[in-house]
């Protein structure tokens, strides 16, 4: 398969957006994204929206210098540092500086192929290596523009974001799957363990039966059990440590890392 490497500034518009001021903010209207609410939309979460600009000023922007439209992509630029998300059918506005805004895409990048590509190792390892400062991490625009990025053909790419959308979309299914299973599961828990209608010995809930309660210091309990401490059940009650980003960078095998 032959790539071609093109830097991003050729394959797409790259840019900020115009900046709003604190005194143009309003408590209802078209919403205004900063990193962190765009964060949330690119995990598919809840998005707490607590800023707002004016229907008027909105019109004006989106008249003189364009507003994001479906399949742009926004990418955060400052502080937690390479998020990428794709744009769906919504109004909003976002906060300048800290996110930077593909746009008009070239014939030669699906647009789409760029989201999965910045979501790649291959992709978040370059957004990495092109961050400046230190206390504060940024992406500049500069940077992003001479980016350059290996691009199959542009049938590859379509055929790559159709493989990349159908395992997307099965992850997500088992998501939800998954959700509601939690769900039952502590519905499930609260039944037996709090409430104690666990199946007696024929089926029945327990506690609702008639099955014996006694006194404990957390309130009754079923005859036959007891309260105890942890350190009394397990051999060892530990916590684990957060490695060193150096080490992290350096690790040659494959660990997954699991933060808190």
Not at 100 to 124: C, R, V
């Amino acid at each position: 398969m032959k790539f071609k490497e093109i830097s991003l500034g050729e394959l797409c518009e790259i840019k900020s957006s115009k900046r709003i001021y604190a005194k143009e903010y309003k408590k209802t209207g078209v919403p205004f994204y900063r990193s962190k609410e765009i964060i949330q939309k690119a995990n598919n979460e809840n998005v707490s929206i607590d800023l707002y600009i004016s229907e008027e000023r909105y019109k004006e922007i989106k008249g003189k210098f364009g507003t994001p439209t479906k399949g742009d992509i926004l990418l955060t630029s400052v502080g937690t540092i390479g998020v990428s998300y794709l744009v769906g059918n919504e109004k909003f506005y976002f906060k300048d500086g800290n996110l930077t805004w593909f746009s008009n895409f070239s014939d030669q990048l699906n647009n789409e192929f760029l989201y999965y590509w910045f979501n790649s190792k291959m992709g978040k390892n370059e957004i990495n290596r092109i961050t400046i400062g230190s206390t504060q991490k940024a992406l500049t625009i500069v940077n992003l523009k001479n980016l350059k990025i290996s691009l199959p053909t542009i049938e590859i790419q379509i055929k790559i974001v159709h493989i990349l959308k159908s395992l997307n979309e099965k992850i997500k299914s088992n998501l939800n799957l998954l959700s509601k299973l939690e769900g039952l599961s502590q519905t499930l828990f609260k039944h037996w363990f709090i409430n104690f209608e666990f199946p007696n010995e024929e089926g029945k809930p327990y506690k609702s039966s008639g099955g014996e309660m006694v006194e404990s210091e957390l309130g009754e309990i079923p005859e036959g059990w007891q309260i105890d401490l942890i350190a009394n059940l397990s051999k060892q009650v530990s916590k684990g440590t957060t490695p060193r980003k150096k080490d992290l960078e350096s690790c040659e095998e494959e660990i997954n890392y699991v933060p808190f």
